[in-house]
């Protein structure tokens, strides 16, 4: 408890009442701190709780709204609030003060500060001189009610300022003999007119008349109040002539301090104040017409307010609404789950099954596991089984296949027999040396003498003997062969009636000895020739090119015969020379006598291997390519005598670089370089490595080598220079009948344009042959011409020898 007489702080205190316009209250701030340093200032502010019963105006009873939306709405209005308070806090702080607040919650802002001046026994108040719009450094008198209220109705012992856009507007000081007594109570009560406030005091029945009118009487009504002040304003409940109520503003600095000296009044005076009178009525009317605006106002913000309200009003609603979804989802979601939980427990149950039927596969696994084993086991043997039989069935066929050929091989032979034993051109019969035995090839060849010996390559041995007074060639097959006698004496029949002026006659066999019998052929072999490193035993090109094509015909002969005939070993040392340097083929067919199994390649020496066909090297297939391929070699060697290996290597790159010749064997004479260079293409023709490359031996090698057989025959004759000594003398080969190898007598051309001797080539005829005797071609008929020139040319040599 304070004593009497005891300054307080809120005695000191400065208390400045803030509203809604922060503006203004922030101006009333800086006059206070600028006109009062030093004191404490406090904040004095009533708040106006939203009157919502008001604000729906009927159009919906609180009891509609949710006790949840009114009290968001009041939070929300308190929250503006203290924003606001805090607005005026912060600024003081700017300035360095701190300030406190007072306050208090009603609707009537003059009752709220009236209040609030009693119970914080306030001595300083500042506040606004005007109504927010009114506000105006220009303003010369106090112009709200509120500030006219708290100027009639604030206890005299409080000190009020009345402040508009930071200017002093009125200033109400304390009455000297004022006080309020730390007993003094307030008591308010509500009636139907308004507000009364009484104020409890011993000390105040003590004050003056006027004073003891101003504060304690009761005040029904603001209009009152103004009309208690000066009392020849109109009292309350005057209206004026337009009916609304008449708030008549007072001019404080004409009536205050109050005097209540009254005289007598005359004539002049009493017009005087009737003029008065009338100036104020008129003021009176201004007001009235601004109070007018000022309802208007308020209605506005109080139609704002109530837009505001049913603005949450209908948000409240869309809250129940939504209230309502999220409830009738909820419901649905419940729902969902209930059958959820059915599905759960469903799936439990076959899960249950599941899990059952699981336990019994795994009880039957290995049962199941042991059939699995089983049933792989079976599909493995089975899988054994068929890649057997698909073995066996390989094997069958294989041998199958063997026995086919075996079978084609075997028709062909007695074919091949069958068609000899109806053939005999040239008259010749050979079956009498058939019966030679091992004994007389002993005797001719000297009990094998080395002497005798004349040769020897993979095919065996060949000795020169004589049987039965005829110079012959044995050639001792070797004895390792596994062809039966049967089988060597078919093939050797079939040889031996194989009979051509270019092939060297087979005239005997003895199978015991596995030994073959050849006319002998006096001149040794081309290979001697071409290999002859002294040069003593050289060919002339024409000669040379008459070998090729005399080859050319044994081949045509040998590919064309019914049984097709392929020599299998064509090479130098197979091509020998008679005494006329006519050209003979040996060892045609003979690896028909000797199966490849028991003549393995390996053995071949590669000089050999350079004739052979690499095709059939690599697949062991003897054809008539095989054949046109060695005779390609051979007519490489022909025109190089260089040897075999490297021969064609060496001709292709002598003709790209275009000097031919300096391969040539130039010990034949000089080369007719344009027969030369299509003889080098095609031999290198015949030397492609696949077969289907290589010219055909009637269109593509005798096209070609036929049409030089008659320059060369010419050359021949009358060329003397590249002949030895030795073949001048001898019988000139084409005066020889290449069927009865003897100088003709009857020379006859034949159409095949060889020419034979008349009797020969007519038997030959007279026996139903259509072909030629050295092409083994069909004739397209059997006309025969006497050739003249060479019956003369043979008389005039045979005088000259
Ligand atoms: N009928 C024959 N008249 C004269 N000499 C012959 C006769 N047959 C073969 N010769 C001579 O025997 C040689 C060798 O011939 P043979 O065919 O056995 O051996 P090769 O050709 O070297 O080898 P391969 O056995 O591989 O054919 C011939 O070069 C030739 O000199």
Same mark, same amino acid.
């Given at each position: 408890?304070?004593?009497?007489?005891?300054?307080?702080?809120?005695?000191?205190?400065?208390?400045?009442?803030?509203?809604?316009?922060?503006?203004?209250?922030?101006?009333?701030?800086?006059?206070?701190?600028?006109?009062?340093?030093?004191?404490?200032?406090?904040?004095?502010?009533?708040?106006?709780?939203?009157?919502?019963?008001?604000?729906?105006?009927?159009?919906?009873?609180?009891?509609?709204?949710?006790?949840?939306?009114?009290?968001?709405?009041?939070?929300?209005?308190?929250?503006?609030?203290?924003?606001?308070?805090?607005?005026?806090?912060?600024?003081?702080?700017?300035?360095?003060?701190?300030?406190?607040?007072?306050?208090?919650?009603?609707?009537?802002?003059?009752?709220?500060?009236?209040?609030?001046?009693?119970?914080?026994?306030?001595?300083?108040?500042?506040?606004?001189?005007?109504?927010?719009?009114?506000?105006?450094?220009?303003?010369?008198?106090?112009?709200?009610?509120?500030?006219?209220?708290?100027?009639?109705?604030?206890?005299?012992?409080?000190?009020?300022?009345?402040?508009?856009?930071?200017?002093?507007?009125?200033?109400?000081?304390?009455?000297?003999?004022?006080?309020?007594?730390?007993?003094?109570?307030?008591?308010?009560?509500?009636?139907?007119?308004?507000?009364?406030?009484?104020?409890?005091?011993?000390?105040?029945?003590?004050?003056?008349?006027?004073?003891?009118?101003?504060?304690?009487?009761?005040?029904?009504?603001?209009?009152?109040?103004?009309?208690?002040?000066?009392?020849?304003?109109?009292?309350?409940?005057?209206?004026?002539?337009?009916?609304?109520?008449?708030?008549?503003?007072?001019?404080?600095?004409?009536?205050?301090?109050?005097?209540?000296?009254?005289?007598?009044?005359?004539? #002049? !005076?009493?017009?005087? $104040?009737?003029?008065?009178?009338?100036?104020? =009525? +008129?003021?009176?009317? %201004?007001? /009235?017409? *601004? &109070?007018?605006?000022?309802?208007?106002?308020?209605?506005?913000?109080?139609?704002?307010?109530?837009?505001?309200?049913?603005?949450?009003?209908?948000?409240?609603?869309?809250?129940?609404?939504?209230?309502?979804?999220?409830?009738?989802?909820?419901?649905?979601?419940?729902?969902?789950?209930?059958?959820?939980?059915?599905?759960?427990?469903?799936?439990?149950?076959?899960?249950?099954?599941?899990?059952?039927?699981?336990?019994?596969?795994?009880?039957?696994?290995?049962?199941? #596991? !042991?059939?699995?084993? $089983?049933?792989?086991?079976?599909?493995?043997? =089975? +899988?054994?089984?068929? %890649?057997? /039989?698909? *073995? &066996?069935?390989?094997?069958?066929?294989?041998?199958?296949?063997?026995?086919?050929?075996?079978?084609?091989?075997?028709?062909?032979?007695?074919?091949?027999?069958?068609?000899?034993?109806?053939?005999?051109?040239?008259?010749?019969?050979?079956?009498?040396?058939?019966?030679?035995?091992?004994?007389?090839?002993?005797?001719?060849?000297?009990?094998?003498?080395?002497?005798?010996?004349?040769?020897?390559?993979?095919?065996?041995?060949?000795?020169?003997?004589?049987?039965?007074?005829?110079?012959?060639?044995?050639?001792?097959?070797?004895?390792?062969?596994?062809?039966?006698?049967?089988?060597?004496?078919?093939?050797?029949?079939?040889?031996?009636?194989?009979?051509?002026?270019?092939?060297?006659?087979?005239?005997?066999?003895?199978?015991?000895?596995?030994?073959?019998?050849?006319?002998?052929?006096?001149?040794?072999?081309?290979?001697?020739?071409?290999?002859?490193?002294?040069?003593?035993?050289?060919?002339?090109?024409?000669?040379?090119?008459?070998?090729?094509?005399?080859?050319?015909?044994?081949?045509?002969?040998?590919?064309?015969?019914?049984?097709?005939?392929?020599?299998?070993?064509?090479?130098?040392?197979?091509?020998?020379?008679?005494?006329?340097?006519?050209?003979?083929?040996?060892?045609?067919?003979?690896?028909?006598?000797?199966?490849?199994?028991?003549?393995?390649?390996?053995?071949?020496?590669?000089?050999?291997?350079?004739?052979?066909?690499?095709?059939?090297?690599?697949?062991?297939?003897?054809?008539?390519?095989?054949?046109?391929?060695?005779?390609?070699?051979?007519?490489?060697?022909?025109?190089?005598?260089?040897?075999?290996?490297?021969?064609?290597?060496?001709?292709?790159?002598?003709?790209?670089?275009?000097?031919?010749?300096?391969?040539?064997?130039?010990?034949?004479?000089?080369?007719?370089?344009?027969?030369?260079?299509?003889?080098?293409?095609?031999?290198?023709?015949?030397?492609?490595?696949?077969?289907?490359?290589?010219?055909?031996?009637?269109?593509?090698?005798?096209?070609?080598?036929?049409?030089?057989?008659?320059?060369?025959?010419?050359?021949?004759?009358?060329?003397?220079?590249?002949?030895?000594?030795?073949?001048?003398?001898?019988?000139?080969?084409?005066?020889?009948?290449?069927?009865?190898?003897?100088?003709?007598?009857?020379?006859?051309?034949?159409?095949?344009?060889?020419?034979?001797?008349?009797?020969?080539?007519?038997?030959?005829?007279?026996?139903?042959?259509?072909?030629?005797?050295?092409?083994?071609?069909?004739?397209?008929?059997?006309?025969?011409?006497?050739?003249?020139?060479?019956?003369?040319?043979?008389?005039?040599?045979?005088?000259?020898?």
């Amino acid at each position: 408890m304070r004593s009497e007489g005891e300054i307080s702080d809120s005695d000191l205190a400065v208390y400045v009442a803030v509203g809604r316009n922060v503006k203004e209250g922030k101006l009333m701030l800086s006059w206070a701190v600028k006109n009062f340093e030093g004191r404490n200032i406090r904040l004095v502010h009533v708040h106006q709780p939203p009157t919502l019963v008001s604000l729906l105006n009927g159009k919906m009873s609180t009891s509609k709204l949710k006790n949840q939306a009114v009290k968001v709405f009041q939070e929300f209005e308190q929250l503006k609030m203290q924003k606001l308070l805090n607005q005026y806090l912060f600024f003081l702080s700017e300035m360095g003060i701190q300030a406190d607040k007072v306050l208090t919650e009603t609707n009537n802002i003059e009752e709220g500060i009236l209040q609030l001046i009693i119970q914080h026994r306030i001595r300083r108040l500042i506040m606004g001189a005007a109504a927010e719009i009114f506000h105006s450094k220009k303003l010369s008198e106090v112009n709200s009610n509120t500030a006219m209220v708290v100027f009639q109705q604030a206890p005299l012992s409080c000190h009020i300022w009345f402040i508009s856009k930071g200017c002093l507007i009125y200033e109400r000081p304390v009455e000297s003999n004022s006080c309020l007594s730390p007993t003094m109570t307030l008591s308010s009560s509500t009636n139907s007119g308004g507000t009364t406030l009484t104020i409890n005091s011993k000390e105040n029945m003590d004050v003056d008349a006027d004073n003891v009118q101003t504060v304690m009487h009761p005040i029904r009504s603001k209009e009152e109040v103004v009309g208690t002040i000066n009392p020849t304003v109109p009292t309350v409940g005057q209206t004026s002539e337009d009916g609304s109520p008449l708030n008549l503003k007072v001019k404080f600095r004409e009536h205050l301090p109050y005097s209540s000296s009254n005289s007598s009044l005359d004539c #002049e !005076s009493l017009e005087k $104040e009737t003029g008065d009178l009338q100036d104020k =009525l +008129e003021l009176a009317m %201004i007001d /009235a017409e *601004n &109070l007018k605006q000022r309802a208007f106002e308020e209605s506005l913000r109080r139609w704002r307010a109530e837009e505001d309200a049913m603005e949450a009003v209908h948000k409240a609603e869309a809250a129940e609404s939504l209230l309502d979804e999220e409830t009738n989802k909820c419901k649905e979601i419940e729902e969902l789950l209930v059958k959820q939980k059915q599905e759960m427990e469903t799936m439990k149950a076959r899960h249950d099954q599941h899990l059952k039927e699981l336990h019994l596969i795994r009880d039957q696994k290995p049962a199941l #596991e !042991s059939q699995l084993r $089983e049933a792989y086991t079976s599909e493995k043997e =089975l +899988e054994d089984k068929i %890649i057997q /039989a698909v *073995n &066996l069935l390989i094997t069958f066929k294989g041998t199958r296949d063997k026995l086919q050929i075996e079978y084609d091989s075997a028709m062909r032979k007695v074919n091949k027999y069958k068609a000899f034993q109806n053939e005999d051109p040239t008259g010749m019969s050979s079956a009498h040396f058939f019966g030679i035995s091992f004994s007389d090839i002993i005797d001719a060849t000297q009990t094998f003498n080395p002497s005798q010996k004349i040769g020897g390559g993979r095919y065996g041995s060949v000795f020169k003997g004589v049987l039965s007074n005829i110079k012959v060639a044995i050639k001792m097959l070797p004895s390792s062969s596994s062809q039966s006698d049967s089988e060597f004496k078919i093939e050797v029949e079939v040889l031996s009636r194989i009979r051509h002026p270019n092939l060297v006659t087979l005239v005997g066999a003895c199978p015991e000895s596995r030994s073959l019998i050849y006319e002998y052929i006096e001149n040794g072999s081309l290979e001697d020739y071409l290999s002859s490193v002294a040069k003593t035993r050289h060919l002339s090109w024409q000669t040379r090119i008459r070998i090729a094509i005399e080859i050319c015909s044994a081949l045509l002969f040998l590919h064309a015969n019914t049984s097709s005939c392929v020599h299998g070993n064509l090479k130098p040392s197979n091509i020998l020379l008679d005494a006329n340097f006519v050209s003979k083929l040996c060892d045609f067919g003979i690896h028909n006598l000797i199966p490849q199994n028991d003549n393995p390649l390996i053995n071949h020496k590669p000089e050999k291997l350079a004739y052979m066909d690499p095709e059939s090297i690599e697949n062991g297939e003897l054809t008539t390519e095989s054949d046109v391929y060695s005779f390609g070699i051979v007519l490489l060697r022909l025109l190089t005598a260089r040897p075999a290996e490297g021969v064609v290597r060496d001709v292709k790159c002598a003709l790209e670089r275009g000097n031919l010749d300096t391969v040539l064997d130039m010990s034949a004479g000089d080369w007719p370089l344009g027969q030369v260079k299509q003889l080098a293409y095609l031999a290198l023709r015949c030397c492609e490595r696949d077969r289907l490359d290589r010219p055909d031996l009637v269109s593509g090698i005798w096209a070609v080598l036929e049409p030089m057989r008659e320059s060369c025959k010419l050359s021949q004759s009358t060329s003397t220079s590249c002949m030895d000594s030795t073949s001048q003398r001898k019988i000139p080969s084409h005066f020889v009948c290449p069927i009865f190898q003897e100088v003709m007598k009857d020379p006859h051309i034949a159409p095949d344009g060889f020419t034979y001797e008349g009797d020969a080539i007519k038997g030959w005829f007279n026996s139903g042959h259509m072909t030629s005797p050295m092409t083994n071609l069909k004739l397209e008929n059997c006309d025969l011409l006497p050739n003249y020139a060479l019956y003369y040319a043979i008389q005039e040599w045979q005088q000259n020898t």
